[in-house]
């Protein structure tokens, strides 16, 4: 399953870098032609940031390391109890990997930008799909549902997100061809070990 976490996983975290460069006024293209990412104009990131819901009870990634965002016993309940594997984003923050025969995750924290989920919102139209929702309480986007792979970012805060992305590949797991039922349980653990933010 390594083979397609890290094709779905470049390709969500790709469209982030564009929108990271795009703020800077840096044109972006994937290293891949099949997935093209235009670089948003000014005119649709005020628009997409007008519709970008606001986090009432934020919280903080800042000086949390990735792969301390879940617990043991969280990773065991959510079937992917392994050694991490460290990396880091495109924005240059610090990514963790667990990964297993059946169960996949990946979790990129996002607190340097300051541009919260109005970044996915100005990239809307360059993901396969783009589901507003809401996860605890917290305005989320899911992104990019495929069969075995759901992407999802969460507003920890209107200036923190946390980007995430599963995979599942074992019929023993309940959320089986539904990856993005899995999802907000990550999201969900994750948030219940953060602290509160400003």
Known sequence: MNATVNSVMHRILQTGTCLLLAAA???CSPQTTSTPTPTPTSTSSSASDSAVPK????????????????????????????????????WGEGSCEWNTAEVAIHLSPDTTTGKGLA???????KFDS????????????????QDISCGLFVGVSDTQVLSLT????????PDYHNPCAFAPKVATAVLANLPAGQ
């Open 166 to 173: 599963v995979f599942i590949d074992g019929k023993g797991n």
């Open 25 to 27: 006024v840096v044109a």
């Open 55 to 90: 986090v009432a009870s934020p919280k903080k990634l800042t000086g949390v390391p990735a792969c301390q965002l879940l617990t043991t016993q969280q990773l065991q309940t959510l079937g992917a109890a392994t050694n991490p594997k460290t990396g880091k984003s495109p």
């Open 130 to 145: 783009f589901q507003p929702t809401t996860v605890a309480g917290y305005p989320s986007v899911q992104v990019d549902k």
């Open 119 to 125: 970044q996915t919102y100005s990239s809307k139209s």
